[in-house]
């Protein structure tokens, strides 16, 4: 039975990589903040709460970080845990660039020092490609990260590389563009929509404010992407990937969806930073652009190129974008119906 170590296994990818490996016959051991109570809920909406060890695991400590790796046999480490809220990382840059980018060169020290033959997974991103340089984006596109997260994400990237060369070590990182599900968090947008509209659709809510309507993502689902970070770690080279559907859709077409599949008939009138979207049946404002949503630097268009990791790692996604949004959408309802 193989060990695996997983930072971050509370969020949304920690919570599906869990799962896959447990269903890979995987001891999955968890690393988690002391201070994160509660935040387990992913684990036990899939069911696999029981079957995961969790353990104290701090991204700014470096002693806690070595002695998670001396006291287990681990075999295999994936690097999910971050500061991963780009609008956060404009606000708190000092931490972001902490705990999203020097933490990578704690755990690659420690292992090369304690387990030099542990393969490491780094969750490299997207955002790294900021105001891409080229359309689609892949692994040789020149990176321009526009938020200290893509600045944070990109230190990790290219010391994961550093660690590879430098070291031998198995040292991995995925480049994976917009990745969504049920399990998101509710400050990223795609839940944000999928939340309010169903809440504004049971009567709980009367406006959704956002930012950038226009601004375009590459958007998978989660569940696919997890098993592309555990197919890195089975191939006998380490390399780094581009983890993408290679379509782009804007936030607007996912707020036209998700408000087609839950009944809205959605209007919209003006257009930028003065759009409003109305609701037919009752000619009410139910979704305006607020200025404060904005970033600082816009990226704009962002579209991967996955052509690498389908030919090598077999990879393909199964999930296409309608029919993620429905499924963010209908599991949303019916969480807030059966809270009533």
Known sequence: MKTAFISGISGQDGAYLAKHLLENGYKVIGGDRRTSSGSLWRLEELEILNDVEIVDFELAEFTNIMRQIEKNDIQEFYNLASQSFVAASFEMPLMTSDITGMSVIRILEAIRKIHPTIKFYQASSSEM???????????????????????????????????????????????????????????????????SLSKIKLGKLDLLELGNLEAKRDWGFAGDY?????????????????????????????????????????????????????????????????????????????VGDSSKARDILGWSDSVNFENLVAMMVETEFNRIKKAD
């Open 226 to 302: 997890v098993k592309a970070m555990w197919l890195m770690l089975q191939q006998e080279k380490a390399d780094d990937y581009v983890v993408a559907t290679g379509e782009a859709h804007s936030v607007l077409e996912f707020i036209n969806l998700a408000s087609s599949f839950l009944g809205i008939q959605l209007v919209w009138d003006g257009e930028k930073e003065n759009i409003v979207g109305i609701d037919k049946s009752t000619n009410k404002i139910i979704i305006r652009v607020n200025k404060k949503f904005y970033r600082p630097s816009e990226v704009d268009h962002l």
């Open 129 to 195: 490609f900021g105001k891409a340089q080229e359309t689609p984006q892949n692994e040789k596109t020149p990176f321009y990260p526009r938020s200290p997260y893509g600045v944070a994400k990109l230190f990790g990237h290219w010391t994961t590389v550093n660690y590879r060369e430098a070291y031998n070590l198995f040292a991995c990182s995925g480049i994976l563009f917009n990745h969504e599900s049920p399990l998101r968090g509710d400050e990223f947008v795609t839940r944000k929509i999928s939340k």
